[in-house]
């Protein structure tokens, strides 16, 4: 008799929990057949591991990794076309207003901010001259488990996970 009667409902929700009790999540998912680890990301480029003093120094006292596409905005490898650009300041400004946004944040709970960062960029004109200007970037700034399930922040662009 089939239908989805009250008795039929207890059933399957009992069916269910008794197939999610397994010991572990591989009881119930099986084996993993890849994993990607923070540390591969960081080994491949995919992600640049930023150096703990000048996070400490701007208050973040977990580790910190950006994207490679962010990291192309501290380091855009043209900076000599840019008077009082270096990569050490650019860093600063990237933190520092991660840590301000944080900081505001404070109380929500959230493990991801969003905020923006002003960075300076050169573009080459008409004629061949260098142009400089201000380019505002949104960027998201995840803490989730590193590797080892430690807290680690990754600063990223929106659309990138």
């Known amino acids: 008799m089939g239908g989805t009667g009250p008795g039929k409902s207890q059933d399957n929700h009992s ?13 119930f998912f099986g084996d993993v057949i890849h994993a990607y680890t923070r540390a591969d990301a960081i080994r491949d480029g995919v992600l640049v591991e930023l150096p703990a003093a000048i996070c400490q120094e701007a208050g973040i006292i977990v580790p910190v990794a950006v994207t490679a596409e962010v990291w192309h905005l501290i380091d855009p490898g043209n900076l000599d076309q840019m008077p009082g650009q270096s990569v050490t300041g650019r860093l600063w400004d990237l933190l520092w207003t991660f ?3 944080a900081r505001s944040s404070r109380g929500r709970h959230h493990s991801t901010v969003t905020y923006r960062c002003i960075f300076i960029v ?3 004109a008409m004629g061949g001259s260098a142009i400089t ?3 505002t970037v949104t960027l998201r700034a995840v803490c989730g ?5 430690e807290p680690v922040i990754t600063i990223m662009l929106p659309w990138e996970d």
């Open 145 to 149: 488990p590193g590797d080892q399930g």
């Open 99 to 101: 840590t301000v946004a």
């Open 15 to 27: 069916q269910r929990g008794a197939a999610m009790t397994g010991d572990t999540l591989t009881d």
């Open 122 to 124: 050169c573009r080459e």
């Open 133 to 135: 200007e201000n380019k």
